[in-house]
């Protein structure tokens, strides 16, 4: 089992900066990557970026070259860069872990934390 608890979420003008950080904790080592997803109103989840381990980082079209994705595997923590945000960043930002234990793969979900960019 893997617990996700994310933060940071806030109101913030358009062309701001925010960082979201989600903690870990739980079986940590069974982790293979973690990334962050978002959903905005009446729309479905994205993916917004991903960070495996020991693997390359990736982010979706819309948020690259503004947004990164960075991982603290000492401190269970992983974090989210936002630059340059647009009110179309406006969603629920959500932290997702895949977990493997025994050759199955589990999907782990924080509770999301509400990100609204609007002047």
């Known amino acids: 089992q893997v617990q996700l608890v994310e933060s940071g979420g806030d109101l913030v003008q358009p062309g701001g900066t925010l960082t979201l950080s989600c903690a870990a904790s739980?079986?940590?080592?069974?982790?293979?990557?973690m990334g962050w997803y978002r959903q905005a109103p009446g729309k479905q989840r994205d993916l917004v970026a991903t960070?495996?381990?020991?693997?390359?980082?990736y982010y979706a079209d819309s948020v690259k070259g503004r947004f990164t994705i960075a991982r603290d595997n000492a401190k269970n923590m992983l974090y989210l860069q936002m630059n340059s945000l647009k009110p179309e960043d406006t969603a629920v930002y959500y932290c997702?872990?895949?977990?493997?234990?025994?050759?199955?793969?589990?999907?782990?979900w924080g509770q999301g934390t509400q990100v609204t960019v609007s002047s």
């Open positions: 739980g079986s940590i080592p069974s982790i293979s990557a």
């Open positions: 997702h872990a895949e977990a493997l234990d025994l050759g199955v793969k589990y999907h782990y």
């Open positions: 960070i495996p381990s020991g693997g390359t980082t």
